[in-house]
Structures are given as C-alpha cells and as structure tokens.
C-alpha cells in the first residue's frame, strides 16, 4: 500500500488491484512530482480507480475528475447527493448518510457530516480506510454557547453512529484545522478517544502544517500513530 498526500484534504492510496483518490479538487507540481504524470500512470494501469468526492465545496471537489472515465474505462466515482452534476457520468454512484453499497472489490458505508456531504467507510483489500470529508467538531471561537452545543451533539451523534458500526478502523483521514485557534484538536482528539483508529493522518489544514506536528506531539498520549504532513505531495510513511 502506498498513501500519497496530494492537497488539502486529497489522498491518493494505492493498493494491490485498486486506487482511491479522496477529494481532489487542486495539486501542486513541483520539481520532484507532476500530477499529470501520476495521473497518466493510474489511466495506464489495470487497477480500479475509485474517485470519491464528500461534498460541493470548492476545497473538495473539482469537475475535471469527470472527464478522468473517458481516459480510464473502468473509473468508478462515489459522490455525495449534495455534488449537482449537469451531464449523465458512467459508473457513478451518488450517494447519502447511511447508504451502504459495494461496487467491486471494495464495502462502502457512508456516514454524516457536521457540514456538507458525508463521511466514507471503506473497506478494501482487507483495510478499514475511513475519510471524513468535513465531519468535525468545528468549535469556532466566535461561536456562542449554543451553536457550540449544537455542534457538539451533532458530531458526537455521528462518531458514536461510527463506533456502533463496531469495525476497527486502520486509517483515518481526519480534519486537523488552524482556524479553529485553540479549538483545533477537539474533533480529532475525540475521534481518536472513541474509535481509537490504527493510524489518524490530520488534513483541512490550508498549507499550514505546523498544525499537524502540534497535534501530533498533543496526541503522544494515545496508542493511535498519528502522521505529520510536511508539504503537498508526500509520500506518508504508515507503519504496518
């Protein structure tokens, strides 16, 4: 398995017969990497290719990935209902907030978000993948008291709708954000207390990656590997 770190909240995992690219919507090249080239590598692979996108927003979603099918016939693409799409795709698959489907090789359950879209839980080739999208505790520091409970029941109802699913989750692809000051820690901190992933690799963190050295230091206490992201397109090193 190999799990690049393309932008943002995108990931590219390659695995023995697929690869899962998470929430494309930019890339970067740079002297070292061209994501023209990766791209032309996966088009030219018999591998599946799964493009999942978790909602509309603009920092998750790109429509160039559409037109990905017409190089790479067997391009599967797993979209949130909330994504408006203006032309009929081939091997598309819309999807909401406790849908469970297979396409494949690989399980997929879909779970809510504390913002646009959903969360996907996927299981391939023997791994629990899960990638949260925007599912947060978005604990802004201008918020009032009662947005504050607001949001917290709404995302502890989702993480325990998570637990009760009962899956040990390998990877969690998880929103570790600035913006939120000292607030930034809340929701990855409480994912990793109550679902206790294998390994939590922070994103959502606008190329301010100092962010995830801090959280990584903060969570030390936890069993959960927890992965420092350096730049866009790096090749994450996840212990086995």
Same mark, same amino acid.
């Given at each position: *398995?190999? %799990?690049?770190?393309?932008?943002?909240?995108?990931?590219?995992? /390659?695995?023995?017969?697929? +690869?899962?690219?998470?929430?494309?919507?930019?890339?970067?090249?740079?002297?070292?990497?061209?994501?023209?080239?990766? @791209?032309? /590598?996966?088009?030219?692979?018999?591998?599946?290719?799964?493009? $999942?996108?978790?909602?509309?927003?603009?920092?998750?979603?790109?429509?160039?990935?559409?037109?990905?099918?017409?190089?790479?016939?067997?391009?599967?693409?797993? !979209?949130?209902?909330?994504? #408006? @799409?203006?032309?009929?795709? =081939?091997?598309?698959?819309?999807?909401?907030?406790?849908?469970? !489907?297979?396409?494949?090789?690989? #399980?997929?359950?879909? +779970?809510?978000?504390?913002?646009?879209?959903?969360?996907? *839980?996927?299981?391939?080739?023997? @791994?629990?993948? +899960?990638?949260?999208?925007?599912? =947060?505790?978005?604990?802004?520091?201008?918020?009032?008291?009662?947005?504050?409970?607001?949001?917290?029941?709404? $995302?502890?109802?989702?993480?325990?709708?998570?637990?009760?699913?009962?899956?040990?989750?390998?990877?969690?692809?998880?929103?570790?954000?600035?913006?939120?000051?000292?607030?930034?820690?809340?929701?990855?901190?409480?994912? %990793?207390?109550? @679902?206790?992933?294998?390994?939590?690799?922070?994103?959502?963190?606008?190329? #301010?990656?100092?962010?995830?050295?801090?959280?990584?230091?903060? *969570?030390?206490?936890?069993?959960?590997?927890?992965?420092?992201?350096?730049?866009?397109?790096?090749?994450? #090193?996840?212990?086995?």
């Amino acid at each position: *398995m190999k %799990i690049r770190y393309i932008h943002h909240s995108c990931f590219l995992i /390659e695995m023995e017969n697929s +690869f899962l690219l998470f929430d494309y919507y930019k890339h970067r090249n740079t002297s070292d990497f061209n994501f023209k080239e990766l @791209l032309e /590598e996966i088009f030219e692979s018999s591998k599946d290719f799964y493009v $999942f996108a978790s909602h509309s927003h603009m920092d998750h979603f790109n429509y160039d990935i559409l037109s990905w099918i017409e190089e790479k016939s067997n391009t599967y693409y797993i !979209l949130s209902s909330d994504i #408006k @799409l203006y032309n009929q795709t =081939n091997n598309l698959y819309t999807v909401k907030e406790g849908d469970v !489907l297979s396409i494949n090789n690989i #399980k997929l359950n879909i +779970f809510g978000s504390t913002d646009e879209g959903v969360s996907f *839980m996927v299981n391939v080739e023997g @791994l629990i993948l +899960f990638h949260a999208g925007d599912l =947060n505790w978005w604990k802004w520091p201008g918020d009032t008291p009662e947005d504050e409970k607001t949001m917290e029941k709404a $995302f502890k109802n989702i993480v325990n709708k998570i637990l009760k699913y009962n899956e040990k989750i390998d990877i969690a692809f998880f929103p570790v954000d600035g913006r939120l000051e000292y607030n930034y820690l809340c929701g990855g901190e409480y994912f %990793i207390q109550k @679902l206790n992933p294998k390994t939590f690799v922070p994103m959502h963190s606008w190329d #301010k990656y100092q962010v995830t050295s801090n959280f990584k230091n903060k *969570m030390s206490k936890y069993s959960t590997e927890v992965i420092e992201i350096r730049h866009p397109n790096e090749l994450l #090193k996840i212990n086995s």
